[in-house]
């Protein structure tokens, strides 16, 4: 990212660019100690520790030589900045007061989140980025902070702020005292209780400004907090839909962010699923035999209009309860997630269905919504992985409503009946022209003939059956067949016909479910 979005994240109270005319790219962060050799700093920010003002100005030249984008200086006079300026190198001033440690930290913290959101639609810094952002839409001074109260994230504002906020920055967490205050209110419990924007009045005696916070909320789970300092200006008339919107998008992040301790692991098994990475070296680095033989069993929530936190939520408990069952039920199992659902690779031995369907019951218990899992078929070696995915995903896309555990075996033809329905969809020249003749024909004059061709089709031409599904008499079934026959000109005398008037009146009705809704 460049230095100006690094700034951006970060900002004041932290530290201020006395070189305004710099605008590198920054790749990583990397510590300067004067007792040390200098290394290689190839456009990483470098923080020269234990030289201040003038003294640190070899070290300025040091790090410009060795490919530095950027360099922090604790007090950096203006000759400094001149330094910088002949190195060819930008230059920041680090607030006294800051550690060296919190420093790398929040850097490396923001860059993180860039590189991480790289190829996707966040914006590099992430949730400094959106308190900036509430900030502008608020008219405040914004600080983001989780379920513990430690600050992850905060404005950079030059406008007037109170000791309560600089403290909070200095010390990376609420003052013991202010919270203490905020307990005896009732903050807190309402913060926890509700989403709703809560206001925290002014008290000059303790050198604290009026404030507005809301909690960041994933269902009933308590996240953290934003909260949003008042300046010298009055707060943003729509201060508090903004505010709502955020802890919204809040939500998310952290519990995105809440996974990614075990991000290198799921990496693994993700590039496994894929086929992406070599199953040999994925089975060397987590210790694990490439030639047993195992099954891909696919998880997946099903949720009706999900709002998106809740849906994290869920996946993140998915994730969580499906490693632990898994990992008690084999040691070698494999868990990790990929897009919405979460896949596990476990050895392929009797029982594996009871286990998985236990596991279907104890996910819908704790998110309070259903769970449905595919198996796939059992694959002799970690090489044919993603063969058992693809299976296992097929399977979760054949399901219905009604069980909570299939294999490939219980819905093979469910599965072929969909992907033979797919490849009619995306390929329209395939279509026959006297079956979208029937529709339209329906439709015009509000006959029945799909729906009862679709039911003789499926009762292999047994007249009496097809009557009793649909209440009519037989005569009138007969009857229908015959005009359908003279509307579309289809022989249904012919086999092949048959199959692909079949076929085709199916993916006229869109789906099996609807299909199904059509026969009653």
């Excluded at 007037?160 to 202010?178: A, T």
């Excluded at 934003?226 to 998008?249: C, M, N, T, Y």
């Excluded at 299939?406 to 026959?432: C, F, K, M, Q, Y």
Aim: some cysteine; charged content about 25%.
């Amino acid at each position: 990212m460049t230095l100006r979005q690094l700034l951006v994240a970060i900002g004041k109270p932290l530290v201020e660019l006395c070189t305004p005319e710099a605008d590198p790219r920054v790749c990583g962060v990397a510590i300067l100690d004067p007792d040390d050799e200098p290394g290689s700093y190839q456009q990483d920010l470098v923080l020269v520790i234990g030289a201040r003002g003038r003294e640190a100005a070899r070290f300025v030249r040091a790090a410009a030589r060795r490919g530095a984008a950027v360099v922090a200086v604790k007090e950096a006079p203006a000759e400094l900045a001149a330094v910088a300026r002949e190195a060819g190198i930008a230059l920041l001033g680090v607030a006294p007061r800051m550690r060296w440690d919190q420093v790398e930290t929040v850097v490396r913290q923001v860059l993180d989140a860039a590189a991480l959101s790289e190829g996707s639609d966040e914006e590099p810094g992430d949730l400094f980025v959106l308190a900036q952002t509430l900030a502008a839409l608020t008219g405040g001074s914004v600080s983001i902070e989780d379920a513990g109260n430690r600050v992850l994230a905060y404005s950079r504002s030059d406008d007037e702020v109170d000791e309560l906020r600089r403290l909070s920055i200095l010390g990376w967490e609420g003052p013991r005292s202010y919270l203490a205050l905020l307990r005896e209110w009732g903050v807190f419990e309402r913060l926890r209780s509700g989403e709703e924007v809560v206001r925290i009045d002014e008290h000059p005696e303790l050198g604290i400004r009026r404030r507005l916070a809301v909690g960041i909320r994933a269902g009933a789970q308590h996240l953290g907090t934003i909260w949003v300092q008042e300046g010298r200006e009055a707060f943003a008339d729509r201060a508090d839909s903004a505010l709502l919107g955020g802890a919204r998008l809040a939500a998310v992040h952290l519990l995105r962010h809440r996974s990614e301790a075990g991000r290198p692991r799921n990496e693994l098994v993700a590039g496994l699923l894929d086929g992406k990475a070599n199953p040999d070296l994925v089975a060397g680095q987590l210790g694990i035999d490439p030639a047993a033989a195992c099954t891909v069993v696919g998880f997946a929530v099903r949720e009706r209009e999900p709002d998106q936190p809740v849906h994290e939520l869920h996946r993140a408990d998915m994730l969580s309860v499906v490693s632990v069952h898994m990992a008690s039920y084999r040691k070698g199992a494999l868990v990790g997630a990929s897009g919405s659902r979460v896949y596990a690779v476990l050895p392929d031995e009797p029982g594996l269905a009871s286990l998985v369907a236990d596991v279907a019951r104890v996910l819908e218990r704790r998110t309070g919504v259903r769970v449905q899992a595919g198996i796939g078929s059992p694959v002799p070696t970690l090489h044919e992985v993603p063969g058992s995915r693809a299976e296992a995903d097929r399977v979760l896309g054949a399901m219905g409503e009604a069980n909570a555990v299939a294999t490939i075996s219980d819905l093979r033809a469910e599965v072929l009946l969909g992907e033979t329905l797919s490849l009619l969809h995306g390929n329209p020249d395939l279509r026959d022209p006297a079956v979208a003749s029937l529709v339209a024909h329906d439709e015009e004059r509000g006959t029945e003939l799909v729906p009862t061709l679709l039911a003789y089709l499926d009762a292999m031409g047994d007249v009496g059956a097809v009557a009793a599904s649909l209440h009519v008499h037989p005569n009138t079934v007969r009857h229908r067949i015959r005009r359908a026959g003279q509307v579309s000109g289809i022989d249904f005398g012919d086999p092949r016909e048959r199959l692909s008037c079949h076929l085709q009146l199916l993916l006229a009705v869109t789906t099996v479910t609807t299909y199904n809704a059509i026969r009653g």
